[in-house]
């Protein structure tokens, strides 16, 4: 044999490239799409200093009119649109929405300054401000107003604690009659809810009824009247609470001033948290970056959801995961059971099969709007005219309209096929050495299936699951016809009896993205909202894969069938 | 081996005891006779998957409490036969069969019987050991579990009298509760064979039982199976004609579905009647 036929190369040698690249491609931009989110996700929360700068005479991108001067944080940096020689413009952060109008404000780098161009001033005394409204304030302190008449001046060296302390003081509060009003008053304005619908429904029934009956009627409306003035009262002990700590909000205020020259004075109960963030060493960075990125799980949602907390919409998608996998999960693996196991191949399984693969492929929302059809309409109304004729009587529906439940079961619909095809595929993986043991030993098929087969393939069952819950968790099309809204009043799971409430609309984290991005009026103001909740929504579907992976490979190693 | 053959086993008076039992093994070759046959091939028994018949004509009476011996070339029809016994042949859509198979005087083909209380009574070991992904405990107790036998005590003790009686108590008997896949092949074998005869079968068949175990672990089987006929039928189907004249008492040799030659074993390899039984055992072919 000659040299050169042993240095031959193996034949599809090029295709080992060619396979290689489609996977290094697939891997780079799920990469890349993981990073710019998360990067542009995580750095909401990073406090960025604060600059005070000042513009050229003849600037036109001034952001008040009577001064060259303003203040901000640089959330951008960027070569100008449509400039070919390179010049580049900052978009600073400039808050204080109340006063300017705006919150973003693009500055060319060349209309700063000489002195600011080359290096960006950060005075170390300028205060950042979250409040409830109006979104960030920057500003310089001028005083406090303490009660009527006290007033410390921002001179004073010990102000800045005794502000923070009495934001702090305030923040509690809040959280107080906040609890109090959601949870106290929450439960009473539901017991009330409920007499208003008996009382309408009995209503209606008067106007029906024939006049001798009227009396009895009228009575029992005037029984449900005492029992809700009795709940009235008690809400006004509660709602006078709630009013008194209110009002204690308001006792205090601060004054300050902007760079641009405008004074403002808020109460004290309308910040949420005060901080010099150029101030701040790497220790209170990573401390405010953990406060805030907390802040955003834990809190409500406030300002129209562009401020504060997605806390309800992470909850929600949760929640409805988590009953979309225990409606699915069943109905899903009983069918792929009998599909696999007892179904004499033929044209009906056949047919079956077919139609379960091609239900994979409709379009999300077309499960939307049957969910609309069959769950609220045909389902809720049935259920509202069949358990709870209060609710039709009052023209209020109960189950008839969307809610977590029926926005759960239209997308344990919509994944059932998931369930079945990875059903099917586990049970059929189960050596037939195994289930001929099973039957050999005198079990019957049913108990072959229960005992062994369905344990076997459990990891299996995980992996649809898995597959069900990151399609599931993710979608929002069809949950927008069935129950999902864009700020839900009360969580699904609360302390209220029943504590689940599946009736109840919910928020999710998909269609907060959507309604924060594309449905806000300050586009600017929202990007790093979307971006935070996308990071989120990302975040919260794979921890539920991983716990699901978990249990798996937990599974897996229990009935690893490594004899085989 | 002799100690475990001494000790009285209880639980087999309930079992029909033919008269002809205590005869001794004669080293004449003879037919079975009514009262010593516990499984009955008959009446030309035959046996088609579809439209292929893979048994044909086939008329032998397996002994109690012998090793019977099924040999033969591959897809000869000896697993089939095996498999007829304890109707595992049914997973299989389109069979169909002639003649018939009694096991004690009993019809297995009767409609009336339940199939569940044929394999109850007729256990199997297959080829390649098939343990459950469950604990070595659980393993063993379910037949026992299957058929709502949960009384904690008589699981106990079936679990010892089995694991036991096939020679793997004292190999297991620390980790009872730990997973059964964790075991050797030829512990897994043996676990096998004692699931198998948990729920006190009449007849154990065992399909090539040795063929994925090394030559230690096929040993350790060979010695249970001798110890095993006193108070079990055993069909065994094998490759190894070794293994047939060491474990057995009979053997019939099967060629193309039909059965060629059924005897003594010693006198089946030392003295066939046939020229192709000869052929086969010689190794000439097969």
């Known amino acids: 044999m000659k040299l050169e036929d042993l240095k031959q190369r193996p034949a599809g040698e090029p295709m080992v490239w060619l396979t290689a690249m489609g996977l290094a491609l697939g891997t780079v931009m799920v990469a890349c799409l993981l990073w710019v989110i998360f990067v542009n996700g995580i750095t909401v929360f990073w406090p960025k200093p604060v600059y005070q700068l000042e513009l050229d005479a003849n600037s036109t991108h001034r952001v008040s009119a009577e001064t060259n001067v303003f203040a901000g944080a640089i959330s951008m940096d960027r070569e100008i649109t449509g400039a070919d020689d390179g010049t580049r413009e900052y978009q600073f952060f400039v808050g204080n929405k109340d006063i300017y109008g705006f919150m973003y404000k693009f500055v060319p780098h060349a209309d700063l300054v000489e002195s600011d161009r080359t290096k960006l001033t950060q005075p170390t005394d300028i205060m950042v401000a979250e409040r409830l409204e109006y979104g960030n304030a920057i500003f310089y302190p001028v005083s406090m107003q303490l009660g009527t008449n006290e007033v410390l001046r921002a001179e004073t060296p010990d102000f800045t604690t005794k502000l923070y302390a009495l934001v702090e ?173 007892y179904a004499k191949d033929g044209l009906f399984v056949r047919g079956v099969r077919i139609a379960v693969n091609n239900l994979a492929g409709v379009p999300s929302i077309v499960f939307g709007a049957f969910g609309v059809g ?73 108990q072959t299936i229960q005992r062994v087969v369905l344990p076997a393939s459990a990891p299996g069952l995980l992996t649809g699951l898995i597959l069900a ?28 009896a029943p504590f689940i409430h599946l009736d109840y609309k919910f928020m999710h984290l998909g269609f907060h993205i959507y309604d924060v991005g594309f449905q806000s009026p300050d586009s600017e103001a929202a990007k790093p909202m979307v971006f935070a909740t996308t990071f989120l929504l990302i975040l919260l579907v794979v921890v539920m894969n991983l716990a699901a992976i978990l249990i798996r490979n937990h599974l897996k190693k229990k009935y690893s069938t490594s004899a085989f | 081996m002799t100690t475990l053959m001494s000790e009285p086993e209880t639980q087999e008076t309930s079992k029909p005891q033919p008269a002809g039992q205590t005869a001794a093994e004669s080293t004449e070759d003879k037919a079975v006779n009514d009262s010593e046959t516990l499984i009955d091939v008959k009446d030309n028994f035959g ?49 169909s069969h002639t003649g018939d198979i009694t096991i004690g005087g009993q019809s297995i083909f009767d409609p009336a019987l339940e199939i569940i209380s044929l394999r109850k009574k007729v256990g199997m070991v297959f080829q390649k050991y098939n343990p459950f992904p469950k604990t070595i405990y659980e393993n063993v107790v379910f037949s026992l579990r299957v058929s709502g036998r949960n009384n904690k005590a008589l699981l106990d003790e079936t679990v010892e009298r089995s694991l036991r009686r096939s020679a793997l108590w004292d190999e297991v008997k620390d980790r009872l509760h730990e997973s059964a896949l964790g075991l050797s092949g030829g512990q897994m074998q043996r676990l096998c064979i004692a699931r198998a005869i948990a729920n006190e079968p009449e007849v154990i068949l065992m399909d090539e039982p040795c063929s994925a175990l090394d030559p230690i672990a096929t040993g350790k089987i060979e010695e249970l199976i001798d110890e095993l006929k006193t108070d079990y039928t055993i069909v065994i189907v094998t490759h190894n004609m070794q293994q047939a004249t060491r474990v057995s008492d009979r053997t019939a040799f099967f060629y193309l579905g039909k059965l060629i030659e059924y005897g003594e074993t010693t006198k089946l390899f030392t003295n066939p009647q046939e020229k192709r039984t000869e052929d086969y055992v010689s190794g000439r072919f097969g």
């Open chain 1, 169 to 341: 003081e305030c923040n509690e509060r809040r959280a107080k009659y906040t609890a109090l009003e959601k949870k106290d008053i929450g439960r009473i304005n539901h017991a009330i809810r409920k007499i208003d619908i008996q009382i309408k429904a009995l209503t209606a029934d008067k106007t029906t009824k024939e006049v001798q009956a009227d009396a009895a009627l009228s009575a029992q409306i005037d029984a449900k009247e005492k029992e809700k003035e009795k709940w009235n009262a008690e809400y006004e002990i509660l709602a006078k609470q709630a009013e008194e700590m209110r009002e204690e909000q308001e006792k205090n205020s601060l004054t300050y001033r902007l760079v641009t020259g405008e004074e403002k004075t808020l109460p004290l109960g309308d910040f949420v948290h005060i901080y010099q963030p150029n101030q701040f060493g790497f220790g209170d960075k990573v401390g405010f970056f953990v406060s805030q990125f907390w802040g955003f799980l834990s809190e409500n949602p406030r300002e129209a959801n562009m401020e504060g907390g997605i806390f309800p919409a992470i909850f929600g998608t949760f929640v409805m995961t988590v009953l979309m996998s225990i409606a699915v999960m069943p109905f899903g693996v009983l069918a792929a059971i009998y599909l696999r196991e």
């Open chain 1, 374 to 446: 069959f769950f609220i309409y045909m389902a809720g109304g049935t259920i509202d005219r069949l358990f709870f004729p209060d609710y039709v009587a009052s023209k209020v529906p109960y189950f008839g309209t969307g809610g977590i439940l029926w926005a759960s079961l239209t997308l344990a619909l919509m994944t059932v096929p998931v369930v079945v095809v990875s059903t099917e595929e586990a049970l059929a993986a189960v050596p037939r050495a195994v289930r001929e043991g099973a039957l050999a030993c005198g079990a019957s098929k049913w």
């Open chain 2, 47 to 95: 046996f088609n998957y579809g439209s292929t018949q893979v048994l044909f004509d086939l008329n032998l009476r397996i002994p109690n409490r012998k090793v019977t011996a099924l040999i033969g070339p591959s897809g000869c029809g000896k697993s089939t036969l095996l498999r007829c016994f304890n109707r595992m042949n049914d997973l299989i859509d389109g069979i």
């Open chain 1, 469 to 496: 819950m990151a399609r599931g968790a993710g979608e929002v099309a069809p949950l927008m016809l069935v129950g999902v809204v864009k700020l839900a009043p009360e969580l699904p799971i609360d302390s209220v």
